[in-house]
């Protein structure tokens, strides 16, 4: 019995700890998801208030120079490995937005991983009672018999 | 400009011979961004994933 009760509480750890790796995964999407969000409404602002605005570029961490917007019909978008391509605006929302698209149906994924991982961690909790119960009634018969 | 590093070298190739001619490429190397014909690009991707697998 006392076996059997180490042995679940160590499954039990093992799925929390898998549960607590996948937390951390989705930690990491929601904080490029937000990245990415924001650079759809940067680019969305950028459009709305229109070529020759004067923008601040960051220079380092401390600095920032003056430049103007020149045009915005085409945006330079890194896709992945150093890459970056030029792409037409609205094609360049759209990558991102199929970015984002992606990264959702994985989060989804790895939600349902941990909400499996969860009944799983339910079934022994079940089991563990169960097996309890069975004992006590067992030593309540044993206590009798004798 | 920073993504994904892991993004499948292969989607990108493909991405990046989807793009229209006259397209601007650019690689990073050292913070520097370099701009770059479709082939070098592919070349670059090309050599990059031959050195992943020797690395394996």
Redesign the interface.
């Known amino acids: 019995m006392a076996n059997e009760v180490l042995d679940i509480n160590e499954a039990v750890r093992a799925y929390i700890a898998q549960i607590e790796g996948l937390r951390a995964e989705i930690g990491k999407l929601d904080a490029?998801i937000a990245t990415l969000r924001q650079s759809l409404a940067t680019l969305k602002g950028l459009k709305t208030l229109g070529e020759g605005k004067t923008v601040l570029v960051p220079v380092g961490s401390i600095a920032q120079v003056e430049m103007k917007v020149e045009k915005m019909d085409?945006v330079?978008?890194?896709?992945?490995?150093?890459?970056?391509?030029?792409?037409d605006y609205e094609e360049a929302l759209k990558y991102i937005e199929d970015e984002i698209k992606k990264l959702l149906a994985f989060r989804l994924v790895l939600e349902q991983a941990i909400a499996e991982l969860y009944a799983k961690i339910e079934d022994l909790i079940a089991e563990t009672q169960q097996t309890s119960e069975e004992n006590v009634e067992e030593e309540e018969n044993e206590e009798k018999s004798e | 400009m920073k993504r994904s590093p892991n993004k499948d070298i292969h989607e990108i190739i493909n991405f990046l011979k989807s793009l229209p001619e006259g397209r601007k490429i650019y690689i990073e190397m050292s913070g520097i961004w370099v701009e770059v014909s479709r082939e070098e690009a592919i070349n670059f991707l090309k050599k990059k994933e031959n050195e992943n697998e020797s690395c394996k």
């Not at chain 1, 330079?76 to 792409?87: H, R, Y």
């Open positions: 490029t085409k330079v978008v890194s896709v992945g490995q150093n890459i970056s391509a030029e792409l």
